[in-house]
């Protein structure tokens, strides 16, 4: 069997056992094993466990559980609530104002944790009663949390990021500089388009009945309900761009901080300590278990020559460099509305990034150029963009699914990814403007 019938297989045993059910980590472990033995006999099993273990060890990687904790902290304490209530207070007389403030919120727990299933199922608790009970349009509330709630794949501390930093051997610091104006620009677009959308049709967002003036006074007073969250991000991210510490010390200074917090507030008991750590066991042993299985497939796939047949195959095409980065983004695309993220990082970054580094940075971008020492990074964050639109996109879409475990009965899914067309729009236009300006991650690395 050849290397192109062999890649053929592969794509469709991946769809097939995923169409039957199969978690994409058992999966895509059971074909690279499979694979790796046709290859190499029992000789394959010790280069596969080798290439799991070497990605086990990397030091980045710690700061993940933490990460999933510090979310987890934050899910279960009324910090995220009093955020909430702070901002609701001065933004609620504005035309869409809970939506906005949806958006805000949504942009600063990105900061605190990088968690993306969590901040969607927390605004769902929080904002959505809250703009059904003013009477906002349905599609509008829906869209506004979810793709808001995606954000935690763009803006640092992005799981998302650091997983890539891992596979790909890139900067997680320059990652994190890279996707700060990028992670600010889509959350900026989605609050212009909320700001514009009412302002056009003031039914969709109508203004609490209440005639009561809010005093400045009540304003600033309100602020104390943000310090909590200003504190954690200032250290989070204060002590990494600040080269005091590394990815995974940050975390570890973020769930210590979020602990201490929980414990002033006077909410801190046993029982938040265990469920916290319960879902944070789950939620990190399901990205692991994605993790070995793709590292597997993706081990076998490189042994069998696969990555050079691929290469090979797309370079033929003879596409200017832009044609190849944009067959990527569709490749992107169309896996994003199949599996997860990791599985995606895993199993393409090995093919397509060798491709990518041969390329020749000035030419690089519809409009601007890039530097060279920034290509990697400028595909990462190419990368989170596509996942930002594979969050959302039917019929997978994960965010969907999160929202609608909290979501009113009467709130069905079609209604939930009906309500995303806007927002998927608007990601969509986030992703061209990044192609034609890639200079634009280059803000903060220079």
């Known amino acids: 069997m050849g290397i192109a019938e062999l890649s053929i297989l592969l794509l469709v045993g991946i769809v097939v056992l995923l169409a039957a059910g199969v978690p994409l980590g058992l999966a895509s472990g059971f074909l690279g094993v499979c694979v790796a033995y046709w290859k190499l006999g029992e000789r394959g099993f010790f280069i596969l466990g080798q ?4 990605l086990t060890i990397e030091h980045a990687l710690l700061a993940v559980p933490l990460f999933i904790f510090m979310a987890m902290l934050l899910e279960r304490s009324n910090i995220a609530k009093d955020m909430y209530d702070s901002l609701n207070i001065w933004l609620s007389r504005t035309r869409g104002g809970i939506a906005i403030v949806t958006a805000v919120m949504a942009i600063i727990m990105a900061a605190m944790s990088g968690i993306i299933g969590g901040e969607v ?13 003013l009477g906002y349009n349905q599609n509008l509330a829906v869209g506004t949390i979810c793709a808001s709630g995606s954000l935690g794949t763009m803006i640092p501390p992005s799981i998302v990021l650091i997983i890539y930093g891992v596979v790909t051997d890139t900067s997680i610091h320059a ?3 890279a996707a700060i104006v990028p992670g600010l620009m889509l959350g900026g677009m989605y609050i212009v388009y909320i700001m514009v959308r009412t302002r056009m049709n003031p039914s969709l967002a109508p203004l609490p009945e209440s005639d009561q003036e809010v005093t400045w006074g009540e304003k600033f007073l309100a602020l104390k309900g943000l310090l909590p969250p200003v504190i954690l991000v200032t250290c989070i991210l204060g002590s990494i761009y600040g080269g005091i510490t590394g990815i995974t010390e940050a975390a570890a200074i973020g769930c210590l901080g979020t602990l201490l917090l929980i414990f002033v507030r006077g909410e801190f008991s046993p029982k938040l300590l265990l469920e916290a750590l319960q879902r944070t066991l789950r939620s990190t042993g399901t990205i692991l278990w994605v993790t070995f299985g793709a590292t597997c497939l993706a081990g076998a796939y490189s042994i069998a020559g696969g990555p050079v047949f691929v290469a090979n195959s797309i370079l033929g095409l003879e596409l200017p460099n832009m044609g190849v980065i944009l067959m990527m983004m569709l490749i992107f695309l169309f896996l994003g509305a199949l599996m997860d993220w990791v599985g995606i990082v895993l199993l393409t970054m090995p093919v397509f990034l060798p491709i990518v580094a ?9 409009i601007g150029g890039l530097d060279p020492s920034h290509l990697k990074v400028w595909f990462g964050i190419l990368f989170c963009m596509n996942m930002q639109v594979s969050f959302l996109s039917p019929p997978f879409g994960p965010a969907a699914f999160y929202l609608k475990s909290v979501a009113p009965p009467h709130i069905q899914l079609t209604d939930i990814f009906k309500g995303f067309m806007p927002f998927i729009c608007i990601q969509l ?3 061209v403007v990044m192609l034609a300006f890639p200079e634009i991650t280059s803000v903060f690395l220079d």
């Open 51 to 54: 290439r799991m273990y070497d």
């Open 175 to 177: 990652l994190f500089r």
């Open 358 to 366: 041969g390329m020749t940075a000035s030419e690089m971008g519809l």
């Open 121 to 133: 199922v927390l605004l769902g608790l929080i904002a959505l009663p809250q703009m059904l009970r």
């Open 429 to 431: 236009i986030g992703l």
